[in-house]
């Protein structure tokens, strides 16, 4: 098992690549689109390691995400959704009010990313 | 070039004084302080989110409204308004002013920052679009035309707020100086929508 991870001052995103889950934690709120490109390349590398199994983003642990951050996952999922090889499944918490708000918006933009608010 | 100011969507003329409100609150910042050191945006939003949502017992919508609920929303509203304050300002005057009126019922906002007169007419048309259309549709037409092509901005901002918050916006835009316009957004949120 290897665990690669992204830190920042306030955030930490880790992907475990035998379960094919990334975890965010923290509040990431980036400045540019270029600041969030680790993050997606990160994204792309759990992707393209997960198959044709189950991709898992767990954002259960994350505070607060801005709306370049949203564009981020937005745009990785679009891509997800046009090589349509994983089955995504997203983790969010009922604790935290911007995942109820904002969250089930990633299955609206791909009707098989299976959006579970515990 | 004109001296009066343009007003756009649910602006509202606010009080400079705190009455009629359950509270008033202003602060005074320089774009450019919060451009260079960035997490000042969040360190803001979050500090006026955290202020604002202690006065949560003081509303009246006929039930409890969920101190932390109201801080969540706000930290994101507010982020997103400083941020922009920080992206987008220019011209020869820096100053950004945050303010903010509660009442019973509503909340508002107004952040204040300046831009060069060139950059209005592009801002505007923007505004005119939000204005005028869904912004649910807005918003994943937006996403999709973002994974197209790679541009700099995501233009989500506005639209998460409109969509997922029922925030309404009014804009102004006041020419202050030679080189420089005031550009004040107005955020509007009904207590009963959080
Ligand atoms: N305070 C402001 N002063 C000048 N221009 C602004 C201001 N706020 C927004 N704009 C203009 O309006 C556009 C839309 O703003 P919005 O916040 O919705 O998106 P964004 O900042 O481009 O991206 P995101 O907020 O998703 O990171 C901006 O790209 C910018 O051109
Ligand atoms: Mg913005």
């Given at each position: 098992m290897a665990v690669q991870e992204i830190k920042g001052d306030e955030y930490v995103i880790e992907h475990n690549d035998s379960s094919h889950v990334v975890g965010f934690k923290g509040t990431i709120r980036l400045q540019t689109t270029d600041d969030y490109a680790p993050i997606t390349d990160l994204l792309q590398k759990a992707h393209g390691a997960a198959g044709k199994g189950k991709l898992t983003l767990d954002f259960?642990?994350?505070?607060f995400l801005n709306s370049s951050g949203i564009n981020a996952i937005s745009k990785f999922v679009i891509a997800a959704r046009k090589e349509d090889k994983v089955s995504m499944v997203v983790l969010g918490s009922q604790d935290i009010y911007w995942q109820q708000k904002s969250l089930s918006n990633l299955s609206k933009l791909w009707s098989k990313v299976q959006v579970d608010i515990v | 070039m004109t001296k009066e100011a343009k007003i756009y969507g649910n602006w509202e003329d606010l009080p400079a004084s705190a009455g009629g409100t359950i509270s008033h609150s202003r602060m005074e910042t320089d774009s450019r302080q919060l451009a260079e050191y960035w997490r000042r945006c969040s360190l803001s939003s979050d500090f006026w989110a955290r202020y604002t949502a202690?006065?949560?017992?003081?509303?009246?919508?006929?039930r409890p409204v969920r101190r932390d609920a109201v801080e969540s929303t706000l930290s994101y509203l507010l982020n997103e308004l400083f941020e922009n304050t920080a992206k987008f300002s220019g011209g020869p005057v820096a100053a950004v002013v945050y303010e903010s009126w509660l009442f019973p019922d509503r909340m508002a906002f107004q952040v204040t920052n300046h831009i060069e007169p060139a950059r209005r007419d592009g801002f505007v048309q923007l505004i005119e679009e939000l204005l005028g259309n869904d912004p649910d549709e807005l918003y994943f037409k937006r996403l999709e035309e973002n994974a197209e092509t790679d541009q700099k901005?995501?233009?989500l901002g506005y639209l998460t707020l409109m969509k997922d918050y029922k925030v309404r916006f009014g804009f102004r835009f006041t020419p202050v100086a030679e080189g420089s316009i005031a550009v004040d957004v107005q955020a509007h949120i009904h207590v009963k929508e959080i």
């Open positions: 259960r642990q994350l505070q | 202690l006065s949560s017992p003081e509303f009246s919508v006929g901005g995501s233009g």
